[in-house]
């Protein structure tokens, strides 16, 4: 009774000793890493110290892979835009170096409308696509990267000249751990080790589902928005007959050879789309009329074709075919907002 005593009594008083070859971070301890614990059991025997009993274990860190992808907002496009901007931050949250592949997908939106995605390290993380790092080229995946450490990336793609207003292209950008060791080049996809523990580096996949990932898959991904914000265009043209030379302006009048013919265009706007600018008119007139120079062309008028102000080109010969050409700028066309030209001809 006497002994057990003593050696519970020791074993109160035990010495644990801890050994790693570097400290713990966020990501965990370092795969690959031995631990070794030693305890010391001192005691006595009828009241005499005797040498202390000790004993080691001895074991290997194992690799636990994990990372993430985080959309770092969203952006507004505009037609027939190129090097549009979709910023990520892609972390290692392994607890060893690894390579990052990339890949992009469209996950919503028409297709048709966007392309030509590309990846690019963004180098000073300002979330834009410098000219030094469109110089510097697109990556297929991010080389070493140390445990808990996070990379500014930019997804960049091109928009499409028939994307409409409000229109949306969702985009993911996936990361995959690829083993790391030899710099400049993809390693192989990680993949989780089979069965029991073994005495070597064993690999677990530890990462959470994306939005287009599963979980423990190696992998994650996170998505980002391309909105377009782009002018909603409605033109129309119209014609009225002004006179004629049998009923003059009277109500009688008809479409016969030398009666004034007005010609209204009208560019309206859709509300809540993006503001219209450079708007520029171009109508080749056809063979069976005449251009009435005294009325001139009229820009900028209402929805009715009133109230313009005289501008304008007149090109005779100058159009396709060799037709008369009627040119002429309009101001920007706002949401909402309808602008118009018109002009007279004289039918032969």
Same mark, same amino acid.
């Given at each position: 009774m006497r002994t057990s005593k003593q050696l519970l009594g020791a074993v109160s008083a035990l010495a644990l000793v801890a050994m790693s070859s570097t400290p713990a971070m966020a990501a965990g301890t370092r795969a690959g890493n031995t631990i070794q614990n030693t305890v010391t059991v001192n005691y006595n025997v009828s009241g005499v110290a005797q040498s202390a009993a000790t004993a080691s274990d001895t074991f290997t860190v194992d690799q636990r892979v994990n990372l993430t992808v985080t959309s770092v907002g969203n952006t507004t496009v505009a037609p027939n835009q190129t090097n549009r901007v979709l910023a990520f931050d892609v972390t290692n949250t392994s607890n060893s170096i690894a390579d990052l592949n990339l890949t992009v997908a469209l996950r919503t939106g028409n297709a048709a409308n966007i392309g030509n995605f590309r990846v690019f390290r963004d180098t000073n993380g300002n979330r834009q696509l410098d000219a030094a790092e469109l110089t510097a080229g697109p990556i297929t995946f991010l080389d070493e990267v140390a445990e808990d450490a996070t990379v500014a990336v930019l997804v960049v793609s091109d928009i499409g000249i028939n994307a409409r207003n409000a229109d949306t292209f969702d985009v993911a950008l996936t990361a995959a751990a690829h083993a790391a060791g030899t710099a400049g080049t993809l390693g192989a996809r990680l993949q989780a080790t089979a069965g029991a523990n073994t005495a070597g580096v064993d690999t677990v996949l530890f990462d959470g589902a994306g939005v287009s990932d599963a979980a423990n898959d190696g992998a994650f991904s996170?998505?980002?928005?391309?909105?377009?914000? =782009?002018?909603?265009?409605?033109?129309?043209? %119209?014609?009225?007959?002004?006179?004629?030379?049998? #009923?003059?302006? $009277? &109500? =009688?009048?008809?479409?016969?050879?030398?009666? %004034?013919?007005?010609?209204?265009?009208?560019?309206? #706007?859709?509300? $809540? &789309?993006?503001?219209a600018t450079n708007v520029a008119i171009l109508d080749d007139l056809p063979a069976d009329v005449t251009y009435l120079s005294a009325f001139g062309i009229l820009l900028n008028g209402d929805a009715a074709c009133t109230n313009g102000t005289a501008g304008g080109t007149f090109a005779a010969g100058g159009g396709t075919g060799g037709r008369d050409r009627i040119t002429g700028s309009l101001s920007d066309v706002a949401a909402g907002q309808t602008r118009s030209a018109y002009f007279r001809v004289v039918i032969r």
């Open positions: 996170a998505q980002g928005r391309y909105t377009v914000s =782009g002018a909603s265009l409605t033109v129309t043209k %119209t014609s009225r007959i002004i006179s004629d030379p049998v #009923n003059g302006t $009277g &109500a =009688g009048r008809k479409a016969i050879p030398g009666a %004034t013919i007005e010609y209204c265009i009208t560019v309206a #706007n859709a509300a $809540g &789309a993006a503001t």
